[in-house]
Nanobody, 116 residues
Framework: VQLQGVGGGLVQAGGSLRLSCEAS????????MAWYRQAPGKQRELVAG???????TYAYSVKGRFTISRDNAKNTVTLQMNSLKPEDTAIYYC???????????WGQGTQVTVSS
C-alpha cells in the first residue's frame, strides 16, 4: 500500500489548510483512513479518522475546527483544518488501517506550521 499526501504549509493563526491523501495498492473493503500528527518532543496522536462507512472520530482538541472526509471510489481522505492554532503545528501523517488483514500503512508526513 502506498499513501501519497499533499497539502500542508505555513499559515497564520485563525487560517485554514487542507490535507489530502490518496491510497493505492492492496486496499480491502473494511478499512479506516485517518490523519495523525506528531509535534516535536511529543508522541504521535490521532487527529481524525473515518471508516469506509463514514463514521468519523476526532480528537477533542480539533472538534468543531477540523473535518475529515473520504472518497471511497478514489481511495482518498481529506482533512479540512479551520481556525488553526499554533498548537496545531506538527507533522501530519496519513494512515490506512486494515487490521483484519494485518495492514497498517503510513504516508510520508507533511509539515503544518501555524504562526501566532
Amino acid at each position: 500500500v502506498q499513501l501519497q499526501g499533499v497539502g500542508g504549509g505555513l499559515v497564520q493563526a485563525g487560517g485554514s489548510l487542507r490535507l489530502s491523501c490518496e491510497a493505492s495498492g492492496s486496499i480491502f473493503s473494511i478499512n479506516t483512513m485517518a490523519w495523525y500528527r506528531q509535534a516535536p518532543g511529543k508522541q504521535r496522536e490521532l487527529v481524525a479518522g473515518i471508516t469506509r462507512g463514514g463514521t468519523e472520530t476526532y480528537a477533542y482538541s480539533v472538534k468543531g475546527r477540523f473535518t475529515i472526509s473520504r472518497d471511497n471510489a478514489k481511495n482518498t481522505v481529506t482533512l479540512q483544518m479551520n481556525s488553526l492554532k499554533p498548537e496545531d503545528t506538527a507533522i501530519y501523517y496519513c494512515n490506512l488501517a486494515q487490521f483484519r488483514v494485518g495492514y497498517n500503512d503510513w504516508g510520508q508526513g507533511t509539515q503544518v506550521t501555524v504562526s501566532s
